[in-house]
């Protein structure tokens, strides 16, 4: 299989190929929205919160509907973390509307039954939110969790302060050995802290600074890492398979005996780590107090 076939194949076919090599799990933070938003739409300020709202409501299902008709049977999406709480309360108020329309909002009701998606939550979400005026959402989450319960197609897991589990894991696995005089083991710790087992991390998709996080207890060091430069939100089919095929055709190979490879092969070899020598992926810099990547090609 080459990469131009892939690209080209109907996204059955692509589910089939992608199921084929075992389940897939990935984590695709949606970040960027702002600035995605505010570059798409007018703003309006008398209308701002509502317009935002109803053009993430609308992206971030056409994003989920890509990964699960590509064949990803499980998505995580880190949503919510002490970070983003930080921005001030009319940015947290505004979030708290968007997870106030997973419970209601009809697109993702039938987002939800269309895909046979079972929603799910994960993170330090009830002890941090029930200190605050934000604890209605709870209802919401379980009413979500329990309207979805029965599909089975899909997997939807949202992140909610989930940056570090070392606390839950500690009080699970007390409770655990409480009630059942046993200590739980790894996979009975994953099953107690995301509400059924998980398989470990496949793939990351994240965009801006490199660093993955929010998938606790599910790396295995093994997961493939992929930072797009523009914003979550832009994320195109192409740019999925592109991604995908690298995850299932090209990460696996195993490198060639080195005495078995070509004069030519070593010169090609040279030639690129000569032209790319003092190129370190990751590195940015700033403009008008954003950050950008520097890509390998000079270009900002």
């Not at 523009?230 to 490198?255: C, G, K, M, T, W």
């Not at 070899?269 to 890509?295: A, C, H, N, S």
Request: glycine content about 6%; proline content about 4%.
């Amino acid at each position: 299989m080459d990469i131009d076939t892939f690209l080209k194949l109907p996204t059955g076919e692509v589910a089939k190929i992608v199921q084929a090599h075992g389940p897939k799990v990935c984590v695709f933070p949606i970040n960027g929205t702002r600035r995605w938003f505010l570059m798409e739409h007018e703003l309006s300020s008398d209308d701002y919160t509502s317009a935002y709202l109803s053009a993430i409501i609308e992206n971030h299902i056409a994003l989920y509907k890509l990964f699960f008709e590509h064949g990803i049977e499980t998505l995580l999406t880190p949503a919510l973390g002490t970070d983003l709480w930080e921005r001030g309360d009319e940015y947290v108020q505004m979030v708290a509307e968007g997870f106030a329309a997973l419970a209601n909002h009809p697109e993702f009701l039938a987002f939800f039954d269309q895909y046979q998606v079972k929603a799910s939550f994960y993170g330090d979400y009830r002890k941090f939110l029930s200190k605050t005026k934000y604890s209605h959402l709870l209802d919401t989450f379980d009413a979500v969790k329990q309207k979805t319960a029965q599909n089975n197609q899909c997997r939807l897991f949202f992140g909610l302060f989930a940056s570090d589990a070392t606390e839950s894991v500690a009080e699970l696995s007390v409770a655990y050995y409480q009630q059942h005089g046993a200590i739980p083991n790894k996979q009975k710790i994953i099953e107690l802290y995301y509400g059924e087992y998980v398989q470990p991390v496949s793939f990351f998709i994240g965009f801006d600074k490199f660093s993955a996080y929010d998938m606790p207890l599910l790396t295995s060091g093994f997961e493939d890492l992929y930072f797009t430069v523009s914003p979550s939100a832009y994320l195109s089919q192409n740019q999925l398979r592109e991604i995908l095929f690298d995850h299932i055709y090209s990460r696996p190979v195993e490198e060639p005996e080195y005495s078995e490879m070509s004069q030519e092969s070593w010169k090609e070899m040279k030639t690129f780590y000569q032209v790319y020598r003092e190129t370190t992926l990751g590195i940015g810099i700033i403009r008008d107090g954003i950050w950008y990547p520097k890509l390998p090609n000079g270009r900002e």
